[in-house]
């Protein structure tokens, strides 16, 4: 089964927001497909035609080091993300389109997995879409009554998971 392979909860701790995108690292798709990473680069660089710039592109130096902050590696052991010299990150057309140069039966199944999980984080956006128009309506329905309830609501909902300084919970005097 598909999800035994790699569990949901591992694939959405590897999906960072860079440049507006929601997007995988190529060490990080190379380790759940059981492959190197030179060997992931190598293929995608053999198909390049494949690879237009938004379905994939390499970190600037200072990306790379900004995402060295709060990349973990230690499931990765000689991975360290800081002295790589190049980092090609994929979006999820990008990811999509690895199973067509990768073959392996574990690049397929792991492939099927991430693209539900992208699923699953795009049902979750729509609902705090939906959630974050309710309280706008409720906000200009109980006028500035609650306002500083609507404010910690909107902060919570608009801060992408994983992003920004944490959050104070709770209500100041």
Known sequence: MVEDLV??????NKIYIIRGQKVMLDRDLAFLYGVKTFVLNQAVKRNINRFPPDFMFSLSREEIMSLSQIVISSEIPDR??????????????GILMLSS????GRAVAVNI???????KLRKMFIGYKELKEKIEQMEMKYDGQFREVFEVIKKVIETPVGEGKKLDIGFKK
Not at 7 to 12: A, F, G, L, M, R
Not at 80 to 93: C, D, G, P
Not at 101 to 104: A, D, P, Y
Not at 113 to 119: D, K, L, N, V
């Open 113 to 119: 997995q991430i693209m539900r999980t992208f699923t």
């Open 7 to 12: 569990p949901v909860e591992v694939i959405e």
């Open 101 to 104: 140069v990768l073959k392996s």
């Open 80 to 93: 360290s993300i800081k002295f790589a010299k190049n980092v090609n990150v994929f979006t999820e057309h």
